[in-house]
């Protein structure tokens, strides 16, 4: 079934109740609501589980610098954050997200949490032309929209979800308003500000480049460039005939001007600026941000940042890998207290045949949650912080596999983040 507040129906399996023919199924299926759905079993098995399809809204949000066009998936759930995403150049939420948020691993994730889609200014499928002389915002700019959305949705917190920009201006968002981000989840970031010889290299490749190869350069690395040439090819085509040209080189411009995000890795003592909320930094082995993502996790606390970096995968996991990306998003949001009993396969299986080690995404971290009552948090540097919070069920911890114990007479700033291979 197709259309919002609809079903749609794929692979099904009901709880302790025999097949039925698939038109009293059919029938069969619409007349329970989401608790009963709640109760599906997510399975890798050829049998069949019913899905639902969540509202979908759009919206057009009031900014000093335009309308910024959002898309709820989901009705926001009481005190609970929502996952807010934020795209890369080249692309809108359609483009970078569908791929991860349609993949069928991802279905528990939405029962719990709604998501809010933003696309960049000019971005959107079918915007309008910029006029002549419009000033297009600067990163920081952009990032300083968000609480204006939060406000729109009537929003508390979110868990952000960005890739490339997307990210730089979650976490730069993150930095400004910690209060407002519960959690970050960070594909391809680059936390620095483009040095002189990467500037003049894209003057002179704009002279003799079309504007979808400098997206492509971006997006891909040179191996999977000449190894994906489908993928490649479909991203092309979707810079060519689905952006407004004009409108991306605009936020392209405002990405490349850009300035360094202005974090620090914390040392006992110090009062530097830097995230407070748990975050998990995501790259594809190949991918051209490599050693950008790196150099990130090398300025974060490494007792709240964990690196994924996801084998055989290129410049985008979530439309290389989305059913691991799925579970390692599911493995971090119960770290923060959500989702205890969200079931976890794919990782799982993976690790176990390849022998990696399996690393906590709490680290040394330990939280309490109470029912309707107050959450502490010793993940800032502010001390314990509480925070009130409405619950439907007490949300325990996961549990730590290899977690190291806490050291507080060990210089942080000397400790690894958590590592993970997949």
């Not at 009901?14 to 097949?19: D, E, I």
């Not at 360094?260 to 190949?286: A, F, H, M």
């Not at 051209?288 to 994924?308: M, R």
């Not at 207290?337 to 040394?364: D, I, N, Q």
Request: glycine residues 8%; contains cysteine; hydrophobic residues 35%.
């Amino acid at each position: 079934m197709g259309g919002q507040g609809g079903l749609r129906l794929s692979a099904i399996k009901v709880l302790s109740r025999p097949p039925l023919p698939p038109l009293v199924f059919r029938t069969f299926a619409f007349q329970y609501d989401h608790e009963f759905l709640a109760k599906m079993v997510l399975d890798d098995s050829d049998v069949e589980m019913i899905v639902t399809d969540v509202e979908v809204t759009e919206h057009d949000v009031e900014t000093p610098y335009g309308r910024l066009h959002c898309t709820m998936r989901g009705v926001p759930k009481g005190e609970r954050p929502v996952v807010l995403t934020f795209h890369d150049i080249g692309l809108n939420h359609k483009t970078c997200w569908d791929s991860l948020f349609q993949h069928e691993d991802m279905a528990e994730i939405l029962h719990h949490f709604a998501v809010c889609h933003v696309d960049a200014l000019g971005q959107h499928e079918g915007a309008n032309t910029f006029s002549t002389g419009y000033e297009y915002p600067t990163m920081d700019e952009l990032s300083e929209t968000l609480p204006l959305v939060l406000k729109h949705f009537g929003l508390k917190s979110v868990i952000g979800l960005g890739m490339g920009a997307g990210a730089f201006m979650l976490t730069k968002f993150a930095l400004d308003y910690p209060k407002m981000v519960e959690g970050l989840v960070l594909i391809n970031i680059n936390p620095c500000a483009e040095g002189w010889m990467d500037w003049a290299a894209h003057k002179i490749s704009g002279w003799t480049h079309a504007l979808p190869d400098l997206v492509i350069s971006h997006l891909f690395g040179k191996e999977e460039i000449h190894h994906n040439q489908d993928m490649v090819a479909t991203y092309r085509h979707h810079v060519m005939k689905d952006m407004n040209q004009f409108n991306l080189q605009l936020f392209i411009k405002a990405y490349e001007s850009r300035r360094d995000l202005d974090i620090e890795r914390p040392v006992p003592g110090s009062n530097v600026r830097t995230l407070k909320c748990p975050c998990l930094l995501v790259v594809g082995d190949s991918s051209p941000a490599v050693d950008a993502v790196v150099e990130c996790n090398t300025k974060l606390d490494p007792t709240k940042a964990t690196l994924l970096k996801m084998a055989d995968c290129g410049g985008m996991p979530q439309i290389d890998q989305p059913g691991k990306l799925t579970e390692a998003f599911k493995y971090f949001i119960q770290g923060m207290g959500y989702m205890p009993a969200a079931s976890m396969t794919r990782l799982v299986r993976s690790r176990t045949a390849s022998g990696s080690s399996v690393t906590s995404f709490e680290g040394s971290r330990s939280r309490s949650h109470t029912h309707e009552g107050n959450r502490s948090r010793s993940h800032t540097n502010e001390g314990p912080r509480s925070r009130s919070h409405t619950a439907d069920h007490q949300r325990g911890h996961a549990p730590a596999t290899d977690a190291a114990p806490a050291t507080p007479a060990v210089d942080q700033g000397l400790l690894k983040a958590p590592e993970v291979s997949c």
